[in-house]
């Protein structure tokens, strides 16, 4: 089993930056693709990006390609997700999410999940 807590979100203006950081429980992190997701409020949850177990290929949504970037640190069980150039349609609560396979975790089906932290982009 899988424990994962983020933190990093926060009110930040239109244009600027955040780093959202998600840590997990347990000694197989490196086996678990890494995602994350958003919900903005009255809208479903919507896949963010994924990373998988090396690092080595990354996906991104649309709405995010070019502005956000995901990485993870194998050694310090860490997921991180640089945005920058945030608008105001950004705002949400932030998961991160684990699965063993890129598929799952893009979809968000069986996974594991954090709690959540929230993004606030003021216009």
């Known amino acids: 089993q899988v424990q994962l807590v983020e933190s990093g979100g926060g009110l930040v203006q239109a244009g600027g930056s955040l780093r959202l950081s998600c840590a997990a429980s347990?000694?197989?992190?490196?086996?678990?693709?890494m995602g994350w997701f958003r919900q903005a409020p009255g809208k479903e949850r919507e896949f963010v990006a994924a990373?998988?177990?090396?690092?080595?290929?990354?996906y991104y949504a649309d709405s995010v390609k070019g502005r956000f970037t995901i990485s993870r640190d194998n050694a310090k069980n860490t997921v991180f997700l640089q945005m920058n150039i945030l608008k105001p349609e950004d705002t949400a609560v932030y998961y991160c999410?684990?699965?063993?396979?890129?598929?799952?975790?893009?979809?968000?089906?069986?996974?594991?999940w954090g709690q959540g932290t929230q993004v606030t982009v003021s216009s």
């Open positions: 990373i998988s177990w090396s690092g080595g290929s990354t």
């Open positions: 999410n684990a699965n063993r396979s890129v598929g799952a975790t893009m979809t968000g089906v069986n996974s594991y």
């Open positions: 347990g000694r197989t992190f490196s086996t678990y693709v």
